[in-house]
């Protein structure tokens, strides 16, 4: 069955060139003999009309063309219906997105305003889309989904050209992609497989989670896979040497989410307790450090440097969040009061894109983030204190008290200069 596909429209803009009717000419009649002309002479420096502008403004005619306006970060997405997974493609402007109706779309995007695009739609999943990604070159969309089968596309094209369906016995509910060939994925069941897409076939398939899969890493030389599951543990998986290697400790909660960070020195799982827990490489047994960040949830991490990560919660709050010493930097934006179900950074990390249970996707701008320093001095904050804003999109479009509320930070943080506190990195 073909992906259905939706041409782009090129709508060219006409621009309505306005054509002045020309003066009217006063009636002439020659001289006869012996009559002088009134004004034989008349001074060149006059201005014949008053009322005219000798140097008119383009811009000012209401029928020429108008400048696009260029904004800080791409137009809101709307969806027909709730996201649950976002990704960027690798080397263009465009992203993907799948919804729980069990539909893939792509969509170019730009900065400038009205210039985002649907590129292709496809309805190929019989249910929820639950996770996608692109290959490397960005050729390939490879996604999974509820109805139990992997699809791969084709980008360009929005064709499905791999299927594999009944790929797990349970729903599946993540992917991550390794390389170019091997894709890993884990079920509602807590089974993960490791795929070799050139066969078409498994060659891990192993349960060892009592709980769900919920996200998936590896470490850079492809050989150690980390699981984390509802059941509160993080698995470790040997990919070359086939085999399931060890778990963690149990925690309280859901672990939701994992990533690397530290030049992969650390491993650092959100909860659904709103605790981030943190594990030493080749320690995974048990946690070296935990921090709460004081929300609902963690439920999606994007590592944007080695010690800097955005995290999506329940709350509807993204938030910036340094790694040792463990601070909450401040609010990127926020879907108000929908819990955020996935986010992901730009390939530049200039642009972070979030989708919630509002159909929206939404960017941000983390362009500053990189060069933002963290100091091992710790501010006493107080209680009910507000989560620091680091653009004023974070407190929602044209935020006519945006201006005050920077101000009242700005108090806020030279009042806490006064206050020390003995607690030292982290939470």
Same mark, same amino acid.
């Given at each position: ?179 170019? =060939? ?51 543990? &993080? ?25 690397? &960070? ?19 490489? =080749? ?38 969040? =340094? ?105």
């Amino acid at each position: 069955m073909a992906a259905s596909m939706e041409h782009v429209e090129t709508v060219e803009s006409t621009e309505t060139v306005k054509t002045e009717d020309p003066e009217t000419k006063r009636d002439y009649e020659p001289p006869t003999a012996g009559t002088e002309d009134p004004d034989p002479d008349p001074d060149p420096d006059r201005d014949p009309d008053p009322d005219s502008d000798p140097d008119p403004d383009p811009d000012d005619d209401d029928g020429g063309p108008q400048v696009p306006r260029i904004r800080d970060t791409p137009e809101d997405i709307r969806l027909e219906a709730i996201a649950n997974t976002v990704a960027f493609h690798p080397t263009r402007d465009i992203l993907a997105c799948g919804d729980i109706d069990g539909d893939v779309y792509a969509y170019s995007y730009s900065c400038t305003e009205g210039e985002n695009r649907e590129l292709w739609s496809s309805g190929h999943h019989l249910k929820s889309c639950r996770e996608l990604a692109f290959s490397s070159d960005g050729l390939k969309l490879f996604s999974v989904s509820k109805d139990k089968a992997v699809h791969v596309m084709d980008v360009e094209l929005g064709k499905l050209v791999t299927r594999i369906p009944r790929a797990h016995s349970a729903p599946i509910n993540t992917l991550l992609l390794v390389d170019e =060939n091997i894709l890993a994925t884990g079920d509602d069941g807590g089974t993960v497989k490791v795929w070799d897409m050139r066969r078409g076939t498994a060659f891990m398939d192993m349960k060892h989670h009592q709980d769900y899969v919920s996200d998936i890493t590896v470490d850079e030389s492809k050989r150690i896979l980390l699981t984390t599951s509802g059941d509160g543990t &993080m698995n470790v998986f040997n990919i070359k040497r086939r085999r399931f290697d060890l778990p963690s400790e149990y925690q309280s909660g859901d672990l939701t989410s994992v990533a690397l &960070m530290k030049r992969g020195k650390k491993v650092v799982c959100g909860s659904s307790e709103g605790t981030i827990y943190i594990f030493n490489w =080749n320690f995974f047994g048990a946690t070296s450090d935990r921090f709460a960040v004081q929300a609902e949830s963690v439920d999606c991490i994007v590592p944007i440097t080695d010690s800097i990560m955005c995290a999506g919660s329940m709350d509807g709050f993204i938030r910036a969040i =340094n790694l040792l010493p463990n601070r909450v930097i401040g609010c990127i934006g926020q879907h108000v009061g929908e819990p955020i179900e996935q986010i992901a950074k730009s390939r530049d990390t200039g642009l972070l894109a979030s989708c919630a249970h509002d159909q929206l996707i939404k960017f941000w701008d983390i362009s500053s983030l990189p060069g933002t320093t963290v100091s091992d001095y710790r501010k006493r904050k107080k209680k009910g204190g507000r989560l620091k804003s680091l653009s004023k999109k974070a407190l929602g479009d044209n935020d006519f008290f945006s201006g005050l509320v920077e101000e009242t930070e700005k108090k806020e943080e030279e009042e806490g200069e006064d206050e020390s506190d003995s607690d030292s990195g982290s939470d």
